[in-house]
């Protein structure tokens, strides 16, 4: 609480309900602080419901509170969310995968666990323009048509390539709602579901969600490993697998040209769809190579339901993604959503169209993509320099992430890969550092304990120095408490 709220509100008995406080101007010269402090103190005590700010006609106290309602008993929820007698395989729904990259760290924790990029690195200024005169649009705020609006159809057709048409596409509310809907229309509640391992936790939570079972095939550094994979789909009889072909989430991994058509031959024997998520295809570091087309591009048999989203190169808000699939599939994937949510917001399809045929957004993909490259540089450098044992296996030309190894002694200082995963994560938060342990990344026993460590989440190459820095201590109180 500001110092400022608090004499605020202790002197808020001075006003009736309702009645009018002194004006932004009175409080600055009274308190002597800046407009801002007061503006932050105001809204602090409207949080609170203490008073009600209204834009050009001040603040005022607010009313007396009502009453909290008496709690009911809600115990009868337990029993009613229980009862899935009839269903093969329970659906478990576990947010805990996803929360990890939303929620924002406490205060003065580095956060080497986010999804997204910092603030800094979003085109704020871009995405603002563009929800603008998407609001002038003509029609702005009318319905869509259901698969969304024609001019972004094409622009992500084009983007996927091959002989991908708009008519192929339909709009959808982010990267992760699309996957859920490929994940419903593709297999029924019992069905395996063939995923990479490790692999993107909030994929396999919906996967969980949907009542599937995921069945792990492991991935190296040239992406899925092939050489298991018809194995896998002759043991499970599944009939999907979930696949990131470039920049995998987490190991960084690029799925390499002759797995390409290995992936989809194998899939297309096994009767099965791949889904595709394509989830970082503009967050290419300045360094990569050219990057290989999405897999749906070479795909003539409608076995690719591909799944791309603007989210990782703009804001977690800009919640637009396109789902692309050949065959009676689309109907399908239409039909689900808009069954479960009618369609994307307009102004947000509008300001998505805005943003990526401004000017703006090739200078802000250039920006983004140099920036990133140093952060991983950094990052590389400071790991090397000040954390040796711990594994790099890989070190991607794309994303926002590193995935790291813990050294083998790690485990005979303080238990188990997950043991000593736990450990860390937990001393990495007290020493002020948040980051992602690799547990959840594995839908089965994991071979070793993991970390993931983001560099795009931070405001600085100055705050990854310093974050690594924080590690080192962290790693220093579990795995050698002798030397603390
Ligand atoms: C691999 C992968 N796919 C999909 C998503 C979903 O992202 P969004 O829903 O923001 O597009 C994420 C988010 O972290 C991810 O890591």
């Known amino acids: 609480m500001s110092e400022l709220a608090e004499r605020l509100r202790r002197e808020l008995d001075r006003y009736s309900y309702g009645g009018k406080l002194p ?3 009175a409080l600055v010269e009274r308190f002597r602080v800046s407009p801002v402090t007061v503006s932050r103190a105001l809204a602090q005590l409207a949080a609170e419901g203490l008073v009600v700010t209204r834009p050009g006609a001040g603040a005022f106290r607010a009313g007396p509170r009502a009453a909290p309602a008496p709690a009911g008993d809600t115990s009868w929820q337990e029993v009613a969310l229980s009862a899935d007698g009839a269903e093969l395989v329970p659906r478990t729904v576990d947010a805990s995968g996803v929360t990890v990259s939303l929620a924002a ?11 997204y990029p910092h603030p800094c690195l979003q085109p704020e ?8 005169r998407a609001g002038r649009r003509p029609g702005a705020w009318g319905r869509p048509p259901l698969e969304g609006l024609p001019e972004l159809r094409e622009w992500f057709a084009r983007g996927i390539g091959g002989a991908v048409t708009a008519a192929e596409v339909l709009i959808a509310a982010g990267g992760q709602s699309a996957l859920a809907t490929a994940l419903r229309a593709l297999a029924p509640p019992g069905a395996p579901v063939l995923v990479e391992s490790p692999t993107y936790p909030g994929m396999l939570a919906l996967a969980r969600a949907a009542g599937l079972r995921p069945v792990p095939v492991p991935v190296d550094p040239d992406g899925v490993r092939t050489d298991l ?9 599944a009939r999907v697998l979930v696949c990131q072909p470039l920049f995998q989430n987490p190991t960084g991994a690029v799925l390499a040209p002759g797995r390409r058509a290995e992936v989809l031959g194998i899939a297309r024997a096994a009767g099965a769809f791949v889904v595709e998520d394509d989830f970082v295809r503009r967050l290419v570091h300045s360094d990569s190579g050219p990057l290989p087309r999405p897999l749906a591009a070479d795909d003539p048999d409608g076995v690719v339901v591909h799944v791309g989203s603007l989210t990782k190169a703009t804001s977690p808000s800009l919640r637009v993604s396109a789902l692309a699939a050949r065959g009676p599939v689309l109907e399908r994937l239409r039909a689900i959503q808009v069954v479960d949510s009618f369609f994307v917001p307009r102004p947000l399809q509008e300001a998505a ?5 401004s000017p703006a957004w090739p200078r802000h993909l250039r920006t983004l993509s140099a920036e990133l490259k140093a952060r991983r540089d950094t990052m590389t450098a400071e790991l090397a320099r000040r954390l040796p044992e711990l594994v790099l296996p890989h070190v991607p030309s794309g994303g926002y992430h590193l995935w790291l190894r813990l050294p083998d002694g790690a485990a ?4 188990a890969g997950p043991e000593a995963e736990a450990a860390l994560t937990a001393a990495a938060l007290r020493a002020g550092v948040a980051v992602a342990p690799g547990r959840p990344y594995f839908s089965a026993e994991p071979p070793a304990g993991h970390v993931r460590l983001s560099f795009a989440a931070v405001a600085s190459t100055g705050e990854i120095t310093e974050g690594v820095r924080r590690l080192r201590a962290a790693c220093d109180e579990v795995f050698r408490p002798g030397r603390h």
């Open 412 to 415: 005979r200082a303080v238990g």
């Open 23 to 25: 004006s932004s101007r």
């Open 229 to 237: 994979l018809a194995d896998a789909f002759r043991a499970t009889g």
């Open 353 to 357: 169209l805005e943003l990526v045929g």
């Open 105 to 115: 760290p406490p205060p003065g924790v580095l956060e080497f666990n986010g999804g």
């Open 125 to 132: 200024r871009a995405m603002a323009a563009a929800l603008a």
